[in-house]
């Protein structure tokens, strides 16, 4: 369609329903209720004393709505924030996930935990199914690519340590509509591909789902996300 927008003409392709699907999430709404946080509305789990999901001031203007997600002060404690676990299926057409992170301390041997972030059959621990971003010094000291397919992983070295403090890092993957290819970026920048175990098909299908999971130590540590991204364009339409 031929349309004005800004001040500008051009051609726009308008929003097709049955063709594709999108996920955006700013955060910029108030915890109002333990179970469900987001403005889209994420199911939350937290566990251990002091676990908990809130939406602190932001800390620069560069960014608009902040999710903080805390381990609380026991040694297995954990945040979570999921959509439905069994609603996207890979293979079915292009999928992309994308999203603003931060963690404001890193892992260390004395204070140690997980976080996970993209697609994924959901939960605290290793997803059965998945592509994801990852940081697990069990792993490296790196944001790491994984995918799982039946709990077979592989694993992919962005070879990007995580920014602390109030630096945010921006984490993406693509995937292509064959379910055949993963394509990672952090920060803009392409870190590398995963083209096995991959899931594909309905009997796994995975969900947005946001981890933090403590195993050792008990000061509570936390992650930030700025904004949530996820679209899916059909190769045919639905």
Not at 39 to 53: E, F, H, K, L, P
Not at 126 to 133: E, K, T, W
Request: hydrophobic share 40%; with cysteine.
């Amino acid at each position: 369609q031929l349309r004005t927008f800004n001040n500008a003409v051009g051609w726009f392709r308008p929003f097709e329903p049955r063709r594709e699907n999108y996920l955006f999430d700013d955060f910029t709404g108030a915890v109002t209720a333990t179970a469900f946080v987001g403005d889209t509305v994420w199911n939350t789990t937290v566990a251990g004393a002091g676990a908990a999901i809130s939406v602190p001031a932001i800390a620069t203007t560069s960014e608009i709505g902040i999710l903080q997600l805390s381990t609380g002060t026991t040694a297995t404690g954990s945040a979570l924030i999921r959509k439905n676990a069994t609603s996207i299926a890979f293979g079915s057409g292009v999928i992309v996930c994308e999203f603003k992170i931060n963690i404001v301390t890193l892992s260390t041997g004395a204070q140690t935990f997980i976080i996970r972030a993209g697609i994924t059959s959901g939960g605290t621990l290793d997803p059965v199914n998945g592509v994801y971003f990852e940081y697990n010094t069990a792993l490296g000291t790196t944001w790491r690519g994984r995918t799982s397919a039946a709990s077979t992983r592989t694993d992919l070295n962005t070879g990007v340590v995580p920014a602390v403090g109030t630096t945010f890092n921006t984490l993406r993957f693509e995937v292509n509509a064959a379910a055949s290819s993963v394509t990672y970026f952090v920060d803009d920048v392409n870190v590398g591909s995963i083209t096995t175990n991959i899931p594909t098909g309905t009997a796994q299908a995975c969900g947005d789902n946001f981890v933090i999971r403590k195993s050792v130590g008990t000061t509570a540590r936390t992650a930030q996300i700025d904004f949530w991204y996820r679209s899916c364009v059909f190769t045919n339409l639905r």
